[in-house]
Nanobody
Framework: QVQLVESGGGLVQTGGSLRLSCAAP????????MGWYRQAPGKERELVAA???????NYADSVKGRFTISRDNARNTVYLQMNSLEPEDTAVYYC???????WGQGTEVTVSS
């Protein structure tokens, strides 16, 4: 069973920052696109950001300019740096390898107004 281990969620005020981390097995991290998705209460899960093995990135329009996805190939870890957080960013954030093949357990991000 593939395990993607997430960390870094929490409660933050509007305008604050958080960094999410996701560690993956090397055999998964080295060949799959890594991404972050989120699901807010009552809404469908949506792509937030993704990064390919060669470092190309893709972002949802709602987070462009505020969030940055990166990967550390030596640590088999993908990060999501989230700045200028807004209440609308409140959701459970899921790490993904694939796209949409393997999932982490989710980490909750709450942005208070």
């Amino acid at each position: 069973q593939v395990q993607l281990v997430e960390s870094g969620g929490g409660l933050v005020q509007t305008g604050g920052s958080l960094r999410l981390s996701c560690a993956a097995p090397k055999n998964i991290f080295s060949i799959y696109i890594m991404g972050w998705y989120r699901q807010a209460p009552g809404k469908e899960r949506e792509l937030v950001a993704a990064i390919t093995t060669d470092g190309s990135t893709n972002y949802a329009d709602s987070v462009k300019g505020r969030f940055t996805i990166s990967r550390d190939n030596a640590r088999n870890t993908v990060y999501l740096q989230m700045n200028s957080l807004e209440p609308e960013d409140t959701a459970v954030y899921y790490c993904n390898a694939g796209p949409m093949i393997y999932w982490g357990q989710g980490t909750e991000v709450t942005v208070s107004s």
